[in-house]
């Protein structure tokens, strides 16, 4: 049974930096799509990073690019999403999710905002 569990959230400066970890079980992370969304209030959910676990080949979103780095530790099985010069636009909560790469790309993935497992989602305030 496939299962993600993000952590890391919480309440940071703008500026500042956080990072998100979304640990998988019940899958190998190198057949797997792994993608990290977020959804504000009264908005509608966005791909903002996602990673292949096979190669390691990422996708970011342009309101990302150069501030977040989503990178993979296979034998931890675990995604991270490293995220720096946080803006209060940022304020949301994220959520991880994974697909097989048999069935899906990287930037379906993350453009399509799509993903066949989800996890909790961790909530992530910029506020100072």
């Known amino acids: 049974q496939l299962q993600l569990v993000e952590s890391g959230g919480g309440l940071v400066q703008p500026g500042g930096s956080l990072r998100l970890s979304c640990a998988a079980s019940?899958?190998?992370?190198?057949?797997?799509?792994i993608g990290w969304f977020r959804q504000a209030p009264g908005k509608e959910r966005e791909g903002i990073s996602c990673i292949a676990g096979s190669d390691g080949t990422t996708y970011y979103a342009d309101s990302v690019k150069g501030r977040f780095t989503i990178s993979r530790d296979s034998a931890k099985n675990t995604v991270y999403l490293q995220m720096n010069s946080l803006k209060p636009e940022d304020t949301a909560v994220y959520y991880c999710?994974?697909?097989?790469?048999?069935?899906?790309?990287?930037?379906?993935?993350?453009?399509?905002?799509?993903?066949?497992?989800w996890g909790q989602g961790t909530q992530v305030t910029v506020s100072s």
């Open positions: 999710a994974a697909d097989s790469l048999v069935i899906t790309t990287i930037e379906t993935m993350c453009v399509m905002s799509s993903g066949g497992s």
């Open positions: 019940g899958i190998t992370l190198d057949y797997y799509a």
